[in-house]
């Protein structure tokens, strides 16, 4: 594997980026100026399914013109995955291009120690004014930002209230900030749009625009309660998968039925619920399951649509500001979930699971200078790629644990000969309904062993589950709608991956040597 924490030499670099912090006096002499900026634009749980770039069901239901034009403009990706499918523990790979074993963040309750090297102090060190704006999720103060103002934990979609480094306690510690009257998506953008058009012009700049939709309960804005008032969608085919009895599914997953116990419950009492629910209240009494859960499908996905709408929307407004403030050519725009979700199939919403909706990151870059526009790349990219590739386009080091490769190349069509064929995954929180698991994916083929324990993971269950393996032929069934664990004709083929996953497990660290319960699971049931 290629090292993307060596900074690229400046020879390389003479004809592709303008300028290098280094001692040559005649190099220096160049305009930070002609660095690119960087606006980093992250959403949470907009899953590809509804970007409408991606095919799928929904895809002449999105309302995504900007989306759309962004993609026309640059090049979406098809293959990028995220490497723990949870938003903390995503947003913590991104930061530092780190494995969760490496930067510390392995589920929703641990927080980013700001001693942990990340892209924002790279890019503050190499001259870059930095600046985040939105959803943090990472319990700790943010550090490497010259401005930041952020949600407290997950943030409000109304009125959501704001910390600075002025007023900044944990977010385990307590609850306080500035209130901010609107809704959160919309303000996000303003605030963004004021610190672009009011920073210092003198330098390059990395604005990272953190929007807290499309998570539950996906609420929206009033300009947004008609749109689609009277559409019906399509539903999923494995929809109606009620249990593992049809897909040699070994767990349940989180079911709609939930989601609707939820509504139902919030619709009783709203206060009492850690969230704010849309359009209550809703009921499924006297229907049966097949009429329930196509209920809670239509309004989950009317809720989503009509929040991910604003998305779009503001997206709309950075795109026309970048536009007027003279930026768009030298600026690096990237728009991004942090992870995908499901939405019905398999009967399920939510993430985690190493299936193919949630592993999924959507992802679009537009950068004029350099990556042809209306492209599209297959190679597999992971989210701890992300920041070894902005420090690649900003000409500076990537952040000290980053274990990721920079896909700058890739992106101009230029894929290196040694590129990863497959990637690494674990989900280290454990449930009964969606188990603790890792696995290996590449260009065809899925192995998952979902050993089923919490070892030392917090906001975990004590009881473990059975060890059970799933492996899927992506070329057969793309959809994931039966194990294939148990076909003869495969055993070859798992028996290699099984062996490759190991390795990969070498590859980045991530061996359990600490702890000897995994390695009586592995003992047990690894072959």
């Known amino acids: 594997m290629r090292n993307a924490n060596l900074i690229v030499k ?15 006096a005649n190099k220096s002499e160049k305009s930070q100026e002609e660095r690119p900026n960087i606006l980093f634009i992250l959403s949470d749980d907009h899953t590809g399914q509804a970007w409408g770039i991606y095919g799928g069901i929904l ?16 090049c979406v990706l098809d293959n990028c995955f995220c490497t723990n499918s949870i938003s903390a523990p995503s947003r913590a790979a991104i930061m530092t291009g780190a494995y969760s074993h490496r930067n510390g963040v392995y589920t929703l309750e641990d927080g980013l120690d700001p001693a942990v090297d990340n892209i924002a102090k790279q890019m503050q060190a190499g001259g870059y004014q930095t600046a985040l704006i939105g959803k943090w ?4 103060q943010p550090a490497g930002f010259d401005h930041f103002n952020v949600f407290h934990d997950q943030g409000e979609y109304v009125n959501p209230i704001f910390k600075t480094a002025e007023n900044w306690v944990d977010d385990d510690k307590g609850k306080q900030g500035t209130e901010v009257k609107g809704f959160s998506t919309d303000i996000v953008t303003d ?14 700049f990395m604005m990272c625009c953190h929007f807290k939709a499309t998570h539950e309960p ?6 947004m309660k008609h749109l689609y008032d009277d559409v019906v969608f399509p539903e999923p085919e494995s929809m109606m998968e009620f249990g593992p009895e049809t897909s040699g599914r070994a767990f349940q997953g989180q079911q709609l039925e939930n989601m609707g116990w939820r509504w139902e419950t919030a619709s009783k009492d709203p206060a009492a619920w850690w969230c704010q629910y849309p359009e209550l209240p ?51 725009i990237v728009y991004v979930s942090d992870q995908g979700y499901f939405l019905g199939e398999h009967g399920m919403f939510d993430k985690r699971m190493m299936y193919e909706e949630p592993l999924h990151m959507p992802f679009v870059i537009r950068y004029p200078k350099e990556i042809p526009a209306g492209t599209r790349n297959k190679d597999i990219i992971l989210n701890v790629d992300f920041a070894a590739t902005l420090a690649d386009y900003a000409g500076i080091k990537a952040p000290e644990k980053s274990q990721g490769e920079s896909f700058r190349q890739n992106l101009k069509g230029e894929t290196p000969a040694d590129w990863r064929k497959e990637m690494y995954y674990r989900y280290w929180t454990h449930h009964s309904i969606r ?30 589950t059975t060890p059970v393996w799933e492996f899927h032929d992506l070329q057969v069934d793309p959809k994931e709608d039966k194990n294939m664990y148990n076909e003869p004709q495969y055993q070859d083929i798992i028996k290699e991956m099984k062996q490759e996953l190991l390795t990969l497990r070498q590859e980045v660290g991530d061996t359990d040597a600490d702890t000897p319960r995994m390695k009586e699971i592995m003992d047990q049931y690894y072959w």
């Open 218 to 223: 996906w609420d929206f804005p009033e300009r």
């Open 10 to 24: 400046a020879g390389m670099l003479a004809t592709c980026l303008p300028f290098i912090g280094c001692n040559s």
């Open 282 to 332: 809703f009921s499924t009494k006297g229907m049966d399951k097949v009429a329930a859960r196509k209920k809670i499908y239509q309004k989950m996905i009317k809720d989503y649509l009509r929040c991910g709408a604003t998305i779009d929307d503001n997206i709309g407004r950075l795109l026309k500001m970048l536009d007027e403030e003279g930026l768009a050519k030298n600026t690096i």
């Open 137 to 140: 999720h990472l319990k700790r």
């Open 59 to 74: 895809a002449d239901y999105v309302k995504n013109e900007n989306i759309r034009r962004l993609a026309a403009e640059g």
């Open 191 to 204: 605030q963004t749009i004021d610190w672009i058009r009011n920073r210092d012009k003198n330098k390059p």
């Open 435 to 464: 188990p603790a698991h890792m696995g290996i994916r590449n260009e065809r083929y899925k192995l998952m062993f979902l050993y089923g324990d919490r070892l030392n993971a917090t906001g975990s269950e004590e009881t473990p």
